[in-house]
Antibody
């Protein structure tokens, strides 16, 4: 069974930094694009960032561009999100999700999600 | 950026009802549209992908249709376990967009 386990969330002050991680197992990690999706308390889902299987293609939502950096370590089956210059509006549960990108005429939705890690930005 | 608009935002229905949720894309996304179910405090669950394909393990009472810019999710006979929030999502690139969600609540 595919497993995605996020970690690294917590309470941070505005302007601070945090690094989230997602440990993947039970699938060939390097063959899949990966994503971060967030959900503010009581709000809907917001896509944050995507990275291709090789790490060669990366994309960000405008709301986090220039502040967040997505990366992956295929040797360790792990996905990361470095979050800098955090703002109150970044407070959310952050999910990692498998999927994304298009290849051979097929595009891929988010078929597996982690349980999420809560990031709270507050003074 | 592609915008996704769901309607209604809230839907009140009874057990046994047939319900339909609509999702509209701001530009054509072909059939690259997914539907997710989310219950409070729980991870979203993929129901439908490629507009009309049922995800593994999802009961056939869920169905999706549409292409281009107009899509629908239908639940044929609402059961207590189906009361949740439903999101559509376009995924025709490395940049995803979700609809704002439709909360299906008990009438």
């Amino acid at each position: 069974e595919v497993q995605l386990v996020e970690s690294g969330g917590g309470l941070v002050k505005p302007g601070g930094s945090l690094r989230l991680s997602c440990a993947a197992s039970e699938f060939t990690f390097s063959a899949f694009s990966m994503n971060w999706v967030r959900q503010a308390p009581g709000k809907g889902l917001e896509w944050v960032s995507s990275i291709s299987g090789s790490g060669g293609y990366i994309n960000y939502a405008d709301s986090v561009k220039g502040r967040f950096t997505i990366s992956r370590d295929n040797a360790k089956n792990s996905l990361h999100l470095q979050m800098n210059s955090l703002r109150a509006e970044d407070t959310a549960v952050y999910y990692c999700a498998r999927g994304g990108g298009c290849s051979g005429g097929t595009c891929y939705s988010a078929d597996y999600w982690g349980q999420g890690t809560l990031v709270t930005v507050s003074s | 950026d592609i915008q996704m608009t769901q309607s209604p935002s809230t839907l009140s229905a009874s057990v046994g009802d047939r319900v339909t949720i609509t999702c509209r894309a701001s530009q054509s996304i072909s059939s690259w549209l997914a539907w997710y179910q989310q219950k409070p405090g729980i991870t979203p669950k993929l129901l439908i992908y490629k507009a009309s394909s049922l995800a593994s393990g999802v009961p056939s009472k869920f169905s999706g249709s549409g292409s281009g810019t107009e899509f629908t999710l239908t639940i044929s006979s609402l059961q207590p376990d189906d009361f949740a929030t439903y999101y559509c999502q376009q995924y025709n690139s490395y940049s995803w967009t979700f609809g704002q969600g439709t909360k299906v609540e008990i009438k």
